[in-house]
């Protein structure tokens, strides 16, 4: 099951083909695919600045991937990564600001803790709405990203608006003081780190620890898990708790590292792109980083495209929609190719 | 880095290890060389929040920034649907380093803080200009600037021409938020239909949202079935609102662009963005090194915004009436928020006597509706 020559082969098969449907579409615009795939390159890797732009669009894509792997794991279907990111971004604002004056590291652990805290609970909602009422999870988490928005537009409008916000209704802000800087020299801020690291250490646990092996068994076969004597439910709300951390982190990154406070632009889509690098990813927590790298790579160089080839902005959609299907049909042909598992099984 | 592209690019401390960086990893990540101009031409970056058609604000700047194209010493790049994340930080870092742009147009309102604002500190040569915004001495860097146009004054217009072609008169205004830029939009159509009649009232109905297509047809069908016989609104594209209008067959007014082709039959008025005067001018101090100005206003006056060509339904009574308010804007003569003012709850707020003029900033910190507006801020 876990062939890892196997997976490598079919993903990279899958992305080339991909590409070259997306070759076909630039060339029924009008355009040299060659040329537009020089543009895509240029503006995605092909300088420092082009990889500072594609990173920093990658990190919070790692974290609201992270919220469709972990339930994906004990097999719940969780598109709910907006709602925690909006959830995460307002709960630790409120933090941060009721902290306000007590230093910078204070401040930060806070909101971090806060963020987590809360977008966990969000979605370790969605699991128990699952496992206790049977709420379809998918349309459940679908949902409550819409409930999420609306409390948070109810509150900015309302009683957390800063007057000084006219027309752009925000919270006051948590203080350039408290603010999670970039690193070095770069213009990437650190929550290129925390996407790094949650991806790292869930790939951990999902891998090499008891839990990790645990929740498989409950994605597996939730009868044999309960058969088995394993704590099911702990183990169900723990992935979905989890996963919706990484969402709600993300939300506090957005506000520590970027907003420098609570608005409209937590709800950036952040969640939804989450949910396909995801799936790209095949619920692998470490392969999310070179997909979320990918993804924030393709949007990186839509303006360029936009810009050099009279490309209209939906083409970052386009090429997206393109890999994110064929990566979904080659999972047909996993177990299709005998001669790669030939000398695994021999093993096993 | 700048060395073979004639605009010289910003190098603080900061780009310069960057560009060590860069020509360090030059061999590594094939570092594309910078597009190189023959003659030094005038580059302006425009960036909108939404699709470019989309009948609406961001159409009304494209339609600005298309202008510029016709002149032979300009270049104007753009991008559209650009979120107001850090995702607008790095379109223009991305224009000016990839593009030499020299001048940006960040259009949307959120832009500005703390996204332009952080950008205009890295970059301190390079001038931002926000639509929208209040540029405020005190407080913005010196390269950041803000222009603006009193739409309220065309929708004043229309408010006129809805008085007068209203039957039940019951007026429908769908609004993204309560915004203060939006207030007063609600509040020049409803003072404009009460001076034609002080029974007509507007019902308004906030989507909370700038663009949500499905919210506003709601909004629009159940306005209308609330017999409301015109309806206008202030969201980014106008277009469901207009159609449904016309579906149900009641008078529209439009908003941001000439919508006219959409309601053939009830299309009245509305008020439009006039930005190709406005980007036009801005490239021509450019081009000939004046100053730019910090802070950018107009209204019909200076040409900033105009009024839609009048639809056919659109009575001759109407018409002169819309008429000789457009030349009261024209001459300055004419003041919308002049005292006794009362808000929909009664109190007070422009006592007898007291005038606020277009240019007043009171008036763009606005939070109340006017007495005749059915409606919570």
């Known amino acids: 099951m876990l062939n890892l020559r196997e997976t490598w082969l079919i993903s990279l098969g899958a992305l080339t083909v991909a590409f070259m449907l997306v070759g076909i579409f630039f060339a029924s615009t009008g355009n040299s695919p060659f040329e537009v795939f020089y543009t895509l390159y240029r503006g995605a890797f092909g300088s420092w600045f082009s990889w500072q732009n594609t990173l920093v669009r990658a990190a919070p894509l790692m974290l609201t991937a992270l919220c469709t792997v972990l339930p994906a794991r004990v097999g719940l279907i969780v598109i709910g990564g907006e709602g925690a990111v909006v959830v995460g971004g307002l709960c630790s604002t ?63 409008i309302g009683i957390l608006k800063d007057p ?46 008891v839990f990790g092996f645990a929740a498989d068994v409950v994605g597996g076969n939730i009868r044999a898990a309960r058969l088995a004597g394993l704590p099911v439910v702990k183990i169900l709300l723990w992935c979905c708790f989890l996963g919706g951390a990484a969402a709600g982190l993300a939300g506090t990154l957005e506000v520590a590292a970027v907003h420098g ?16 690098v995801a799936f790209l990813a095949r619920h692998n927590p470490l392969a999310v980083i070179p997909y979320a790298i990918l993804l924030g790579g393709i949007q990186a160089s839509g303006g360029l495209m936009q810009r050099a080839h009279n490309l209209p902005d939906a083409t970052v959609y386009v090429i997206q929609g393109i890999i994110f299907m064929v990566i979904l049909t080659s999972e047909l042909f996993y177990g299709k190719f005998r001669w790669l598992h030939a000398t695994r099984e021999a093993k096993s | 880095m700048s060395k073979n592209n004639p605009t010289k690019l910003p190098m603080n401390r900061r780009d310069f290890i960057q560009t060590c960086a860069v020509t360090g990893l030059g061999l590594a990540g094939g570092l594309s060389s910078l597009p190189v101009s023959a003659k030094p031409k005038v580059t302006m970056g425009f960036i909108y929040v939404g699709p470019r058609d989309d009948y609406g604000y961001n159409q009304a700047h494209f339609q600005g920034k298309t202008a510029l194209a016709k002149l032979d010493w300009a270049k104007a790049v753009d991008e559209e649907n650009v979120p107001e994340t850090i995702e607008v930080q790095k379109a223009m870092e991305s224009m000016i380093n990839l ?39 005190s407080k913005h860097p010196k390269n950041v600037g803000s222009y603006f146009g009193y ?122 963005w006039n930005w190709s005067t406005v980007y036009t001018q801005y490239a021509e101090m450019i081009r000939d ?10 209204g019909l006056k200076e040409n900033v915004v105009k009024v839609s060509p009048y639809g056919s339904a659109v009575t001759p009574a109407a018409k002169a009436a819309a008429d000789a308010v457009i030349q009261s804007f024209m001459d300055g003569s004419m003041v919308v928020y002049k005292g006794p003012i009362k808000d929909n709850k009664g109190r007070e707020v422009i006592p007898k006597g007291t005038e606020y003029a277009q240019t007043d900033i009171w008036l763009e910190s606005m939070d109340w509706l006017v007495e005749g507006v059915i409606g919570t801020t």
């Not at chain 2, 742009?101 to 390079?126: E, N, W």
């Open chain 2, 99 to 137: 593009d030499g742009t020299q001048v940006l147009f960040p259009t949307s309102f959120g832009y500005f803080d703390p996204h332009i604002l952080a950008m205009a500190k890295r970059y301190p040569k390079v001038t931002f200009l926000h639509c929208g915004g209040l540029w405020d001495e």
């Open chain 1, 164 to 209: 000084a916000t006219l027309n752009n209704p925000s919270t006051h802000a948590i203080g350039e003081a408290n603010m999670i800087g970039n690193i070095g020299a770069s213009t990437i801020h650190w929550g290129l780190v925390y996407g790094v690291v949650a991806c790292v250490g869930l790939w951990v646990i999902c891998r090499h620890s």
């Open chain 1, 94 to 156: 409120l933090v941060g600001l009721a902290l306000r004056d007590m230093g910078p590291f204070t401040v930060i652990t806070a909101m971090v803790l806060t963020g987590a805290l809360t977008g966990g609970l969000w979605i370790a909602a969605v699991g128990a709405l699952q496992y206790f009422r049977n709420v379809n999870e998918t349309i459940s988490s679908l949902l409550l990203n819409y409930i999420a928005i609306a409390i948070l537009n109810f509150l900015v």
């Open chain 2, 289 to 298: 090194g004046k100053p730019i100005p910090n802070l950018v206003r107009g």
């Open chain 2, 151 to 272: 739409i309220d004054e065309p929708v004043y217009v229309s408010g006129i021409v809805a008085g007068h072609m209203s039957k039940s008169k019951k007026l429908g205004f769908i609004a993204a938020m309560p915004i203060p830029q939006v207030l007063r939009n609600i509040n020049n159509f409803t003072l404009a239909a009460r001076s034609v009649d002080p029974n007509i009232t507007t019902t308004v109905v906030f989507t909370g949202s700038w663009s949500n297509p499905v919210k506003e047809a709601e909004a629009a069908n159940s306005l209308i079935d609330q017999g409301i016989d015109v309806l206008t609104c202030h969201v980014d594209s106008p277009k469901v609102i207009v159609e449904s209008a016309e579906k149900r067959g009641i008078f529209s007014c439009g908003y941001h662009t000439n919508v006219a082709a959409l309601a053939p039959k009830g299309f009245l008025t509305g008020a439009e």
């Open chain 1, 261 to 276: 406070r609570a608005n409209n632009g937590l709800n950036a889509g952040y969640g939804y792109a989450g949910i396909l």
